[in-house]
């Protein structure tokens, strides 16, 4: 079993910026592509970036190209969203999510071709 809960949300001006983190228990996911989803209200869920097991492949959505990187520790079995930049549009709940292997963007950026989640942590952007 995989369990994943995320952490470091919270309230920032536009501008500022947050990191997030996902800790994974249950197994190692060291070999696992992880990414970050996130979902505003009344809005569908929405890919965000991802990062591959081996090697560290990355691909971020056009919307956080250049402002978030996404990273992970092996040793920690974490991963992480450093965010910078942020934007009243970046409001929402962000959840971590894992899969077995990397893929086509088509499938690394819908949400149902994700099989591991978190619960999600709420990130506000506003002045």
């Known amino acids: 079993q995989v369990q994943l809960v995320e952490s470091g949300g919270g309230w920032v001006q536009p501008g500022a910026s947050l990191r997030l983190s996902c800790a994974a228990s249950?197994?190692?996911?060291?070999?696992?592509?992880m990414g970050w989803f996130r979902q505003a209200p009344g809005k569908e869920r929405e890919f965000v970036a991802t990062?591959?097991?081996?090697?560290?492949?990355?691909y971020y959505s056009d919307s956080v190209k250049g402002r978030f990187t996404i990273s992970r520790d092996k040793i920690k079995n974490e991963a992480y969203l450093q965010m910078t930049h942020l934007k009243p549009d970046d409001t929402a709940v962000y959840f971590c999510?894992?899969?077995?292997?990397?893929?086509?963007?088509?499938?690394?950026?819908?949400?149902?071709?994700?099989?591991?989640w978190g619960q999600g942590t709420q990130v506000t952007v506003s002045s």
């Open positions: 990062i591959a097991g081996t090697p560290g492949y990355k």
């Open positions: 249950g197994r190692s996911l060291n070999t696992y592509t």
């Open positions: 999510a894992a899969r077995q292997n990397w893929g086509l963007p088509q499938v690394l950026t819908a949400h149902s071709e994700w099989y591991f």
